[in-house]
């Protein structure tokens, strides 16, 4: 199985500053067909995952432009811009490059 | 508006069978492309897929649990389902159902989850 390895496990952020989370693959995410299957979820205390981000820099529909995802071949990041008390939770990526698919450990983004 | 949601039977023994409903709404899953996954959490802990069904009754599984996994749907009412075997203390946990699109989809919506006890 592909191992995602995400640091920080934990990152403190003051409001209104940048948060940056790093995730690695053990082996390349570009699929054969060109495409790179990483994706980045965010978790909120109490509720279920939501997508943020879907192969490596697309914002899914409603999700702010403070989030942005960049990265190629095994190493991807997601980064938070103006953070606001909305966004702590639990980050998560996954790859669907290859099988089976596979999720980081996550990182807890908390109040500074 | 694609809706998804669990439910089980909360608590059961070691050893028993674990079966899940996902009832769905939004989309069909005898559309093409479209697939129904399912991905559990142990409490304070990371994801893991487990198993996924498509559009063309395809299935596929987690090669750590496939010995232990099924997932079937019935497309006329918008339900996917999910039966592990010999429940086991580990396998405690909240279990998600997700909907995706295509091969190598992300999963896109998620259900509010169900959280499964096993114990004695």
């Known amino acids: 199985d592909v191992v995602m390895t995400q640091t920080p496990v934990s990152l403190p952020v003051s409001l209104g500053g940048q948060a940056s989370i790093s995730c690695r693959s053990s082996?390349?995410?570009?699929?054969?067909?060109?495409?790179?299957?990483l994706h980045w979820y965010l978790q909120k205390p109490g509720q279920s995952p939501q997508l943020l981000i879907y192969?490596?820099?697309n914002r899914f529909s409603g999700v702010p432009d403070r989030f942005s995802g960049s990265g190629s071949g095994t190493d991807f990041t997601l980064k938070i811009s103006r953070v606001e008390p909305e966004d702590l939770g639990d980050y998560y990526c996954?790859?669907?490059?290859?099988?089976?698919?596979?999720f980081g450990s996550g990182t807890k983004l908390e109040i500074k | 508006q694609v809706t998804l949601k669990e439910s089980g039977p909360g608590i059961l023994q070691p050893s028993q069978a674990l079966s899940l409903t996902c009832t769905f709404s939004?989309?069909?899953?005898?559309?093409?492309?479209?697939?129904v996954s399912w991905i559990r959490q142990p409490s304070g802990k990371g994801l893991e897929w487990l198993a996924t069904?498509?559009?063309?009754?395809?299935?596929y599984y987690n090669p750590s649990l496939k010995s232990r996994l099924t997932v079937s749907k019935d497309t006329s009412n918008n339900q996917a389902f999910l039966k592990i075997t010999s429940m086991d203390s580990a396998d405690t946990a909240t279990y998600y159902c997700?909907?995706?699109?295509?091969?190598?989809?992300?999963?896109?919506?998620w259900g509010q989850g169900v959280m499964v006890t096993v114990s004695s």
């Open positions: 997700a909907w995706s699109c295509g091969a190598h989809g992300d999963f896109d919506y």
């Open positions: 082996q390349s995410l570009v699929h054969s067909n060109g495409n790179t299957y």
């Open positions: 192969r490596v820099s």
């Open positions: 069904i498509d559009w063309d009754d395809d299935k």
């Open positions: 996954l790859q669907s490059t290859h099988f089976p698919p596979t």
């Open positions: 939004g989309f069909s899953l005898s559309t093409y492309g479209m697939r």
